[in-house]
């Protein structure tokens, strides 16, 4: 299956669905300090299981009579399966790091995203993608890479875990929003991440009572209600509303017109706006290192 887009477009048309990319990005990069403050209330299965069952019940209030084509169904799988992985990594790394660095960290789907779309559909891979890799390298070195004898932080290599499921999202929502309608893709991958966010809420307590191993799987769930302030509670509706709704509908309708390399490409704005966010909102500060390596993704970004 082809990744590109069938849909011929006018430089006006494409341009306009760069700005929705855009806008999406921009949504997504605000929603980083206010992930890293829920995470640090409640366990990260809490809130995402929460974050996505206001998504799915809204959407279900409003989409009751759409009806969904094997397409519609078997894409929306594929894509709330990357959505679980991508979502549930970046907030188990937020657990540990700074919404900034998550931002930049996850800003190294634009390298992956090119080589995903190679081995997936054969797309070709240009020069300046494999120089932008050896850039994005060295910069992840500069955030991530402890200084002395500290250890490597595990936020940051759980974020990019979380990433190379991202990647896979952008470049299978490039394939099969060319299949099935946008309305009917993001409405079952939603519904999709819903279920297994909720069933893994219930299932990690449980594992973690049957094995010393799996222990630590307890501190990423719990049963109760956690959400004791109003602020939280808000953020956790714009999460689910505008922040889930809104950017995987405008994603999807708009990836029909652009290219998955493209829109990788678009979305490398997000460490930029989380950054700006975090700094804005909630005071977050950068050491020197990460600014370099944050300024290193964003070249490599740019040259990708």
């Known amino acids: 299956m082809s990744i590109l887009p069938t849909t011929k ?23 980083f300090f206010m992930a890293k403050e829920v995470v640090g209330q409640t366990p990260p299965i809490n809130y995402l299981s929460s974050r996505f069952l206001i998504a799915s019940l809204l959407l279900i209030a409003i989409s009751y009579k759409q009806k969904l084509d094997l397409n519609s169904i078997k894409g929306g799988i594929v894509l709330g399966l990357m959505l679980y992985g991508g979502f549930l990594f970046q907030a188990l790394g937020l657990v540990y790091t700074s919404a900034s660095k998550s931002g930049f960290v996850t800003g190294v789907t634009v390298i992956i995203v090119p080589f995903f779309s190679y081995f997936i559909s054969r ?3 240009i020069g300046e993608h494999t120089l932008a890799i050896f850039i994005a390298t060295i910069g992840f070195a500069f955030i991530t890479l402890p200084e002395k004898n500290e250890p490597v932080n595990i936020g940051d290599i759980l974020t990019l875990i979380g990433t190379i499921f991202w990647a896979f999202h952008i470049v299978f929502t490039g394939t099969w929003v060319q299949l099935a309608p946008s309305r009917g893709l993001m409405l ?26 799996l222990a630590k799987l307890a501190i990423l769930a719990n049963a109760s209600w ?15 509303t505008i922040a889930t709704i809104l950017t995987i509908f405008a994603q999807t309708f708009a990836q029909r017109y652009v290219t998955a390399t493209r829109a990788a490409i678009i979305f490398s704005l997000e460490p ?33």
């Open 188 to 213: 079952t991958q939603i519904v999709t991440a819903t279920i297994l966010f909720n069933l893994s809420k219930v299932i990690f307590p449980i594992l973690a009572t049957s094995s010393p191993t």
């Open 123 to 125: 797309s070709k891979i």
């Open 272 to 304: 930029a706006f989380a950054s700006f966010m975090a700094y804005i909102f909630a005071g977050e500060r950068l050491g020197w290192r990460a600014v370099i390596g944050g300024v290193l993704i964003i070249g490599a970004i740019i040259i990708s």
């Open 226 to 240: 956690p959400f004791d302030s109003f602020r939280v509670v808000l953020q956790l509706f714009y999460l689910g």
């Open 9 to 31: 477009t006018s430089f006006l048309n494409r341009f306009k669905y760069d700005l929705v990319l855009v806008g999406v990005t921009f949504i997504w990069g605000s929603t």
